[in-house]
């Protein structure tokens, strides 16, 4: 537990967050399994996790362990100490998560995004949507502690709003977490999907905040998030990890970024789609209809690779040998020891994504011969983001000091 203790030798204001991170992670614990893991004193830690205990953060099991003195308790996260609400926006759909604070799923709704695109029309559809999902799942108000509103970016979330929202219009942003929290009454977040997802995934599947902790997002684009130490890390203005928009090609393809040979320029769904379109009566042969939206026509791709078309393997095996080395990169930068692959795109062809970049980086990362880089597909990529930006909501109220702060519910 070397990280945890070069920490928090004494007890400060990342004491409650470091806490809750090791409960969470390697609940059931006792008392004194957390200062020998902090090297806080006892009664440090028996004052945080009483305050965890009185605010329902925390509670004991009512199993103990028996040792030659007095048998001690074990402390878990509180499932339903708190809930959170995610929506990811998509350039023709919102998809709402709400999640206990141990990270579970409790309700989900995919609805259309509106028609117009315009920012006002999406506020007002994020704020109906998110009444009917809470009240719908009968949540009380003061058991919500916010929403966040999640999006490829560019985001300013000092501001709670998009730069520019998806779509084929991309219009100018809105200052959407004032607009919500006006309408809604509680506490709401704007950020990246691809950092979203990154926490969603460390949160869920209750990972140690000792490892340093990778997920590469695909959707419409190629995103990454990275968790070191328990939070994201986010750069200047929470821009970081934008993976898709790094030249692989010099004076390629020219992207919307400004930027041109940009990954995702080769590697995304819209861009296997298109070559398959391209080429001459393979998207017949598939299924793909000339009105399929990307998304529908990547998974419809997708499917045919896995069941054997050749043709069709060869367009998705393409894509998963560039992600392979954008997977590599980002190993190498942050000398990452586990990576999850998250998102929409990995959804239906998320194996063979997952073999190629085990494969390059079991070859060629940089550390291999000091540790391996463990790839796993997450368990739900679809709603990946969604359910980061509950996981976002969560962490700020519960273990406050990791990103972006909530007023606490709890």
Not at 207 to 234: K, P, W
Not at 245 to 255: A, F, L, M, W, Y
Not at 328 to 356: C, H, K, M, Q, R
């Amino acid at each position: 537990m070397g990280v945890a203790r070069r920490e928090s030798a004494a007890a400060g204001p990342g004491s409650r967050a470091l806490i809750v991170d090791l409960i969470r992670s390697s609940g059931p614990i006792s008392r004194v399994e957390l200062v020998n893991a902090t090297g806080l004193t006892q009664p440090t830690i028996s004052n945080i996790v009483r305050r965890l205990i009185d605010d329902g953060v925390v509670r004991e099991t009512g199993d103990t362990v028996a040792t030659r003195g007095k048998p001690r308790s074990m402390l878990v996260i509180n499932s339903r100490a708190a809930y959170g609400v995610g929506i990811h926006v998509g350039a023709d759909t919102l998809t709402c998560v709400v999640t206990d604070t141990r990270g579970g799923t409790v309700g989900r709704q995919l609805v259309a995004a509106p028609a117009d695109g315009r920012p006002e029309s999406v506020a007002a559809r994020l704020a109906t949507l998110y009444h009917d999902v809470t009240n719908g799942l009968g949540l009380p108000p003061q058991s919500v502690a916010g929403m966040a509103v999640v999006g490829p970016g560019p985001v300013d979330v000092a501001r709670g709003r998009f730069v520019a929202l998806p779509g084929p219009q991309r219009p100018a942003g809105l200052d959407l977490a004032h607009a919500l929290t006006g309408r809604l009454g509680v506490p709401v977040l704007v950020d990246s999907d691809a950092g979203a997802a990154a926490v969603g995934e460390f949160w869920g599947r209750q990972v140690s905040r000792e490892r340093t902790f990778g997920c590469l997002y695909m959707n419409s684009g190629i995103g990454s998030g990275v968790v070191l130490d328990g939070a994201l890390h986010r750069g200047a203005s929470s821009n970081a990890g934008k993976l898709g928009h790094v030249s692989v090609v010099r004076d390629g393809e020219p992207c919307h970024c400004g930027n041109r040979g940009c990954l995702e320029q080769y590697a995304a769904p819209h861009v296997v789609v298109a070559r398959a379109r391209a080429e001459r009566g393979l998207a017949d042969r598939l299924g793909i209809r000339p009105d399929d939206p990307d998304a529908r026509a990547f998974d419809v791709l997708a499917r045919a690779a896995i069941y054997g078309d050749e043709r069709a393997r060869a367009l998705v095996d393409e894509s998963a040998a560039l992600l392979a080395e954008g997977a590599l990169a980002l190993a190498n930068l942050w000398d990452i020891d586990t990576l999850v692959l998250a998102g929409p795109g990995f959804a239906v062809a998320g194996s063979i994504y997952v073999t190629e970049i085990r494969r390059r980086l079991a070859e060629r990362a940089f550390a291999r011969e000091v540790h391996e880089v463990r790839v796993d597909l997450s368990s739900n990529p679809r709603d990946s983001a969604a359910i980061g930006g509950a996981a976002l909501v969560l962490q700020a109220s519960v273990a406050p000091g990791h990103g972006p702060e909530v007023a606490s519910r709890v």
